[in-house]
């Protein structure tokens, strides 16, 4: 019974802290990527280490609480959707914690503000989606998934947001590449790396198809995994929303902010941007 009180707080404040962070990250630059911090300082740390330690929390939380949480079940009395659903999240991890920055060239640094906070949110992600996965309510939603066409969906949905992302973001890696072998990179002084016009594929039409396919991700994953919640009143969303759908409500609303930011960057250091582009959402935002 208390760790179902504070999963279900933890739930409780994974829905309402987002609405009220989010819209501050419009007033504040967060301190990494293109608005890296420009001094030397104890506290600004190496980018690619930081992000592998803060995005590695996260899977280890999750199989963590989801093999030895109290919801935890044998191995045997795992359906074959929970397995399917596990795995998606670590191979997504996979690719975001391992994979994507060892391939990366290089990264600018980062405030270790920024990779505490993004452990933070890290852990209690990992532990929410992992107990979710394996309490009664998971287990009873996906006991007839494979009957049900929104199973499928979700999953058709989330190998397509998955693929997109990585495509994305090899295209920004691909700027790296080329500005590194050019030596144009010059962290000597700024700690900051070249940045050049995306082009291809979503690019052209909005600066972060990289977020736009990882909410396109969660949202088939949420779709898959959790039955919808009860949109009014808020009361009642707030008790029947599981975290899928809070991984992808939280996403949303810290990231926009960060992509909004980031365009209006685009628009000011690059006069030739495409001023046909969207930020984040194609032909709408």
């Not at 001094?39 to 592998?52: E, L």
């Not at 995005?55 to 397995?83: D, H, K, N």
């Not at 980062?110 to 890290?122: E, G, K, M, Y």
């Not at 999953?155 to 397509?160: D, F, S, V």
């Amino acid at each position: 019974m208390q760790y179902e009180s504070l999963y279900d707080a933890t739930r409780k404040w994974f829905f309402l802290i987002p609405p009220i962070f989010g819209p501050l990250q419009i007033l504040i630059d967060a301190p990494f990527g293109r608005f890296a911090p420009s001094n030397d300082s104890i506290f600004v740390v190496d980018g690619i280490k930081s992000w592998i330690i803060m995005e590695l929390v996260s899977p280890i939380s999750f199989i963590a609480v989801l093999y030895r949480g109290p919801w935890a079940a044998s191995s045997s009395a795992v359906s074959t959707p929970q397995v399917i659903l596990a795995s998606l999240f670590i191979i997504h991890y996979l690719n975001r914690a391992i994979i994507s920055p060892l391939r990366t060239p290089s990264r600018s640094k980062s405030h270790i503000a920024v990779a505490l906070s993004a452990v933070v949110f890290n852990l209690a992600n990992g532990a929410l989606m992992g107990t979710y996965l394996s309490s009664p309510t998971a287990s009873a939603f996906l006991a007839g998934a494979f009957s049900r066409p929104s199973f499928w969906a979700g999953i058709t949905i989330w190998a397509c947001g998955f693929a997109g992302n990585i495509l994305h973001d090899e295209v920004l890696l691909d700027i790296r590449r080329k500005s590194k072998a050019k030596g144009k990179r010059n962290e000597n002084k700024l700690g900051k790396e070249h940045y050049a016009i995306p082009h291809g594929y979503l690019y052209r039409y909005i600066s972060y198809p990289n977020y736009f396919c990882e909410w396109s991700e969660w949202f088939g994953y949420a779709l898959a995994a959790a039955p919808l919640p009860a949109l009014m009143p808020l009361t009642e969303t707030m008790r029947t929303v599981q975290p899928p759908w809070l991984f992808l409500w939280a996403e949303v609303l810290l990231m926009i902010s960060r992509a909004y930011k980031g365009h209006q960057w685009y628009h000011k250091n690059f006069p030739e941007y495409p001023k046909e582009r969207k930020a984040v959402v194609p032909f709408i935002f």
